[in-house]
């Protein structure tokens, strides 16, 4: 695995080198740096390292990034990447900046507690996610709408959770599959009403079926198994930092949910 870290460490600066203008090293940073983030925890699984915090960072960042790029109206969107402040064309819709990608950057905002970007993620148009190009089942389209009016307060909050539910459910998936759906997609949506309900009996319960779920799902057949994606759960991880944030004790430990990142253990270490 460190041979491995070592050669996508390698490609994700040099995606880095052309982010300020390339969409293709746009696309292919968002993969990498993520990617590198997941190998850490299999050598760290609870995060302790500092070279471990640093890529999740790194993943928020870029993750951030791609969506200020694509939603300024101005002609250059200014974002810091591992401490340098870079100027990031901006672009409008592209394939890579989905609902899915959205999804993902906001998951990474709240683990790495980043108040500033989760505000510039939740007045992302979703009609800009719309047209990127890309198909994707509704319900994608419903839990964006519910974390960003979560995020910024809006009465339709309940609304727009019933509405994710709905679509969520495993005989409306479309292009994603059932499995998928119900083990992956789905516990995080239920995990986010027990937060709401601040419902710690509940929220513990839903977490440890959804971390059951991520297992079983990534050990379905041998390439899910060599997968690096599945090494940490990062919807129920994300929903149990907000957890965490109103006090609502996590009891489960599990190496899909790496504990220094649930704890936050790295605040004030950097300027992210």
Same mark, same amino acid.
């Given at each position: 695995?460190?041979?491995?870290?070592?050669?996508t460490?390698?490609?994700?600066?040099?995606a880095?080198?052309?982010?300020e203008?390339?969409?293709d090293?746009r696309?292919?940073?968002?993969?990498?740096?993520?990617?590198?983030?997941r190998?850490r925890?299999?050598?760290?699984p609870?995060a #302790?390292?500092?070279?471990? *915090?640093?890529s999740w960072l790194l993943?928020?960042q870029?993750?951030?990034?791609?969506?200020?790029?694509a939603?300024t109206d101005?002609?250059?969107?200014?974002c810091?990447?591992?401490?340098v402040?870079?100027?990031?064309v901006a672009t409008?819709?592209?394939?890579h900046?989905n609902?899915?990608t *959205?999804?993902q950057?906001? /998951?990474?905002?709240?683990?790495?507690?980043?108040t500033?970007?989760?505000d510039?993620l939740?007045?992302?148009?979703?009609s800009l996610l719309?047209?990127c190009?890309?198909?994707?089942?509704? /319900?994608?389209?419903a839990? #964006?709408?519910?974390?960003?009016s979560?995020w910024?307060?809006?009465?339709?909050?309940?609304?727009?959770?019933?509405?994710?539910?709905?679509?969520?459910a495993?005989e409306a998936a479309?292009?994603?599959?059932?499995?998928?759906m119900?083990k992956?997609? /789905?516990?995080?949506?239920?995990?986010?009403y027990?937060y709401?309900?601040r419902?710690a009996e509940?929220?513990?319960?839903?977490?440890?079926? !959804?971390?059951?779920?991520?297992?079983?799902? *990534?050990?379905?057949?041998?390439d899910?198994?060599?997968?690096?994606?599945g090494v940490?759960?990062l919807?129920p991880?994300?929903?149990?930092?907000?957890a965490? !944030?109103?006090?609502i004790?996590?009891k489960?430990e599990?190496?899909y949910?790496p504990q220094?990142?649930?704890d /936050?253990?790295?605040?004030?270490?950097f300027d992210a």
């Amino acid at each position: 695995m460190s041979a491995a870290i070592d050669v996508t460490e390698k490609s994700i600066n040099a995606a880095l080198t052309s982010l300020e203008t390339s969409d293709d090293a746009r696309e292919a940073a968002l993969r990498t740096s993520l990617n590198i983030a997941r190998m850490r925890c299999v050598l760290d699984p609870k995060a #302790v390292m500092l070279e471990t *915090w640093e890529s999740w960072l790194l993943a928020m960042q870029v993750h951030s990034a791609v969506f200020a790029a694509a939603s300024t109206d101005e002609e250059a969107a200014t974002c810091q990447i591992r401490q340098v402040e870079r100027r990031l064309v901006a672009t409008g819709p592209q394939f890579h900046v989905n609902a899915g990608t *959205w999804v993902q950057a906001f /998951y990474l905002a709240l683990v790495c507690r980043e108040t500033a970007r989760l505000d510039m993620l939740a007045n992302i148009p979703v009609s800009l996610l719309r047209d990127c190009g890309g198909v994707m089942d509704e /319900y994608i389209y419903a839990w #964006v709408e519910t974390l960003q009016s979560f995020w910024l307060r809006r009465d339709d909050l309940s609304d727009k959770l019933v509405q994710a539910v709905d679509l969520n459910a495993p005989e409306a998936a479309r292009i994603v599959d059932a499995q998928t759906m119900g083990k992956l997609s /789905y516990p995080p949506i239920i995990l986010f009403y027990r937060y709401l309900r601040r419902d710690a009996e509940g929220f513990n319960t839903t977490l440890a079926d !959804a971390l059951r779920w991520h297992k079983e799902c *990534w050990i379905a057949d041998t390439d899910r198994k060599e997968s690096v994606e599945g090494v940490v759960a990062l919807g129920p991880l994300a929903i149990a930092c907000l957890a965490r !944030a109103v006090s609502i004790p996590i009891k489960i430990e599990s190496p899909y949910l790496p504990q220094a990142l649930l704890d /936050y253990a790295w605040e004030g270490e950097f300027d992210a």
